[in-house]
Every structure is written in structure tokens, then in C-alpha cells.
């Protein structure tokens, strides 16, 4: 699966990265690189009791009873920006509040 | 020019729980910020999602309720999008193996009857909060709500009128109720509501398909209606202004003022729709149970429809009625209490329906929360069906009482004198006194006239301040009369 630069801006824009035209290329060439790897595991031939293994039957789940999470201060401590209540970000138009 | 509207609804419910969909923290509205969350719900590095089985159980109960066919195997998947309330930069969300999928759900309107196909029932998380600070350029955000647990019940676009929205809006939020999964409280925003809205118009032999609106911002019944009606007004307007030109746009989102109520245009993520779902590799995929399916399925009541249906036969109720009572369960429940007490189905309904419901109203409370003991109200409605205190009196001077001290009305219709006067010495001498004081209805009367009568029974009832039985006064005077 060939990855084209035009592809790489379109989620990098998903992704609200900024990058210029020449960083595209390169990192479409790298990113191209990477798939053509991970696509050799395609290669492995798998019988039909191999799918997936013990995936399916891990069914991972909890009871509904609450813990303490986080103080505050420390939920904040490494926000980039914080009040001591909130976490503060730059204004968003795009979409409005709920 | 024909128009036909059409109108799909998608309808966040807030689930119920102790705990978050995927962590432990706490579920719990208007708790100071950021004070219930964790490195899961706040998407830190290293963290592990792991599901709430519970929340589990109350989604695929809501599935079974709607009749949702629940897959044998389910799955979580993140839909991704960047935006500050979604602190992992995707939010855990089911794409194609949802809890439930068709299934419906059956409004009353004026017209009757309708069944609303539904497409499908999914588990996600909730958001964060955003507080826009005008003036500062910031934003601040609240992770509590992050990672609550929400079910998505999305409608085939069958709704065809705003009255039939708002129906379906007040049928989900009962279905929820009765299924004891949500609140379904709209203004503290666990139950939300995203109708999309477009026409087919068909004029001069050609087909013209509207853009579909998504209408956000509403937070109650009412405003989904009003919403709706201006919306659908507004595409036609469009329509009759710019023509065939109304389909260059496919999709767009519009917000709902409540204040002015109208819808207005908001803006747009760029790419909005391009999610890149894909499974989430830290959830291992469900295997649904026969064992779960039927826990669910035991958790799943008599339904509205059914119940409505049952009213209608067991205690001869009209549609209508039957299915205000209902709307809410605890009402419903009253109402049956009030049957088990003794009174009759119809005068109960009646009562519930309209005085008790006044004083719940004036209350700002429910029927049930009213602190009116179902059998007292039973004994009230008794008095007045066998005829022992005017129906005036039991609602203007003993309801009001009963209401407020707890007190039998018995009691109280005795302690104020309020019972019918049945004493047939006393009732004799008034109606002579009648007779003797409006000698031209007394002839009248005797010469035929029927109506005459109901001069002399008013004569009586002002004399007694409208305590005497009417029908005791009636046979005296007609005994009376018909003497000489
Ligand atoms: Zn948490």
C-alpha cells in the first residue's frame, strides 16, 4: 500500500500537526518504509486455529465500584497551562460546547 | 410542490453507574473539577482501559428492551478526532459490532400509534467539559464527565414531524426510566439529543433532496420540537430562495437558540467525518453470554407500550390516558397502588391525571413524590363516588388539607363538617321552606315542567351551602310535590 504525501497531510491536519511540504515528503517516504515492514507479517501462514488465540476468550471486564483517583494538583501538575481548578487551553470555535 | 420530512434522532444516554466506563473513578455531577479523575480517564501514558461490567449490563438491557439484535461477540474501537475534551485524542467507541442493531421504539401521538425503526445501539465514553471564558482566549476544560459511560441509540430517519420527534424523545426517556439505566434527567444533560433533519421536495417532476441538518443544543423536550418546526420551515424557505442549488451542501450542523428559537449556523471541523476507527487493542473483544443475555433480559419490566396496553384493557382506560400515566412509572405505579386501595380504575385516573397533578406541578415535584399515601387518596376518591362529600369539597377544601397534615380524609371531611347532609328531618324542612318560598317553580312543576325542579333543589343546596346530598333532596322534593 503506496503512502503519498497527499495522504500524510490529510492526517496530519486530522492530527492538527503542522508540517511544510518538504517534511510531507520525507516522512511519507519513512512512513512507506514502516507499512512495507509490518506488511511482511502477511507473509505468515495461518491455519484456521490460529486466529486471534486465547483473544476471544480473555473477556476483560470489572465490577462497578468506585476508587480514588488522582488529588487535583497532581491531575494538574503537568498540564501545560492550569488555574488550580481547570485545565486551560487555547479558545476552540470549531466545535461548540455541548 | 410536495414535501415529505424526514427525521432521524440520535440519543446520548448517560448510564447510570458507580464507577466510569473504562476506570474507577467516581460518576457524579457537579462535583468540584477535575476532582474525579485518574490516569485513564485522563489518558496518560501507560494506562489501561478495562470495561465496567455493569455498564456492560445496562447497554445490553437497553439492546434487548428495543428489541436490538446483541451480537454474539462485541468490540470497542477508537473513533479519533482532535479537540481538548477528549483527553487520549480518540474517544472508545463501538464501529461495526455495536451492543444492538434494528430494533424499535413505538410513539403516541394525536394520530395514534407509530413504530420508529431504529439502526443501531452502541457503548462509548463521555467527554470532558468546555467552559469558553469570553474575553480571555482561553478555554477550561473539566475532565469529571471524561469517560462516563453513554449508550448511542440512532433512529432510521422516520419521524416525520416535529410532534413525532418530540414523541420519540419523551418515549426513549421513559423506555430508560422504566429500564432503571439513566436518569434520562435532560437539563443536568444525561439524556442528549441531535436530530437530523431533511426534506424531499418534488416539484415540477423532479426530485430534490435537502442537506441533512444535524441540530445541537438542545436541552429539553419542548426545544426539540420547536427546533424541528423551525428547522423544517427554514429548509423550505431555503429551498424556494435558492432552488435546486440547496443540494451543493450534503451535510451540515446547525445549533439551536433557545432564546430566539431558531437554528443557526455552526461552524465546521474541516474533515469533520473522517474518524479512522479502528479496534481498540487494549479492550480484548466480549463474548455476550447466554448467561448475560438473560441477566439482562431479567432486568428488562413490563415495557410502556405494554403497560399502556394492559391499562387500557384491565381498567377500560382511553389511549391517551393510559399513556400519560404511563410516561412515568412511578406514576403508573401510583396509579395501581390507588386501584389496589380499593377505588375505582377510571375516577383514579381521572384524579391523578388532573388534581393530583396540579398540586405536583404547583409542587414542582411528581405525582409520587407528592407524599399523598395511595390509599388515602383511594379513601378521598371513595367518598366522593359513594356520594358522601361533594366533589368541590373533596378538591378545594380536603385534597389541599390531606396533602398538607397527612390526615384521613374522613377525618377531615367530619372535623370540618364537609359530609353531605343526609338527615331526613333536616333536608324535609328545607325543602318545604323551598316550596313555600317559590310557589311559581313548585306550580310549575306540578304542571309538567321537569325544569322547574332545579330551582328548588338550588334553593336547598344554598340553604345547606351545598352539603345536602342531591339525590336525597330530589326524592323529598318530588315527594313533596306530588303530594295534594
Ligand atoms: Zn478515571
Redesign the pocket.
Known sequence: MPIEPDEVRHVAELSRLEMTPEEADSLADDLQKIVSYIDRLQEVELGPDDEALTYFDADVHREDRTAS??ERADALWNAPDADGEFFLVPKILAKDEE | MKVVVLIGMEVHVQLRTQ??M????QVRFGAPPNS???????GLPGSLPVPNREALLKALTAALAFGCTPPAVTKFDRKNYYYPDLPKGYQISQYDQPLGKGGTLEIVTQEGVKVVRLRRLHLEEDTGKNLHDEGTGRSRVDYNR??TPLVEIVSEPDLASPEETRAYLTALRTLVQYLDISDGNMQEGNLRCEPNVNLHIEDGGKLIKTPIIEIKNINSVRNVERAVRYEIQRQIEEYQQKGAAVTEVERATRGFDADKGTTFVMRQKEAAHDYRYFPEPDIPPITISAAWRSEAQARVPELPPARRRRFMQEHDLGEYDADVLCRDHHTADYFEAVVAAGSAPKPAANWILTEVARHANERETTVAQLGLASARLAALIDLVESGRIARTAAVKKILPLMLDSGEDPERLMTTLGLARLDDENLLRAAAEAAVKNNEKAAADYRAGKQKALSALMGFVMRETQGKANPDTVRSILEELLSEE
Open positions: 483517583g488522582l | 464507577s466510569k473504562f476506570c474507577r473513578c474525579l479523575v485518574c490516569p485513564v480517564c485522563l471524561a469517560g
